[in-house]
């Protein structure tokens, strides 16, 4: 099954897409949070390809919209940093600088 909800992150409007258990029951879900200059994306999601295409990507954890914009962030790419992701950010701080 897939999710998909506008949400708010700091303010601003992001689009939250959800493809729930991907791999069957007992499977995490497979979650993006994507703004229009970048996105979140959870673990499920490689951060090595995301920087090859040059994304702005943002990795942080959580099963659901909710602990994705509340958890603090894992890492992203340098075009995340350049666009003003910092280290210690929210998931929600980053949506917002990448929305």
Do not use: R, W
């Not at 897409?17 to 949070?33: E, F, L, Y």
């Amino acid at each position: 099954m897939i999710q998909i909800e506008q949400l708010e992150a700091e303010g601003k409007a992001v689009q939250g897409t959800m493809i729930v258990a991907p791999g069957g029951d007992g499977h995490p879900n497979m979650i993006i949070v994507q703004g229009s200059k970048g996105y979140l994306m959870c673990g499920y999601l490689n951060l090595a390809a995301a920087e090859k295409f040059g994304d702005a990507a943002v990795l942080v954890g959580g099963a659901d919209f909710a602990a994705v914009l509340a958890n603090p962030i894992k890492g992203c790419t340098e075009a995340a940093k350049k666009a003003g992701v910092t280290e210690g950010m929210t998931g929600a701080q980053a949506a917002a600088v990448l929305a």
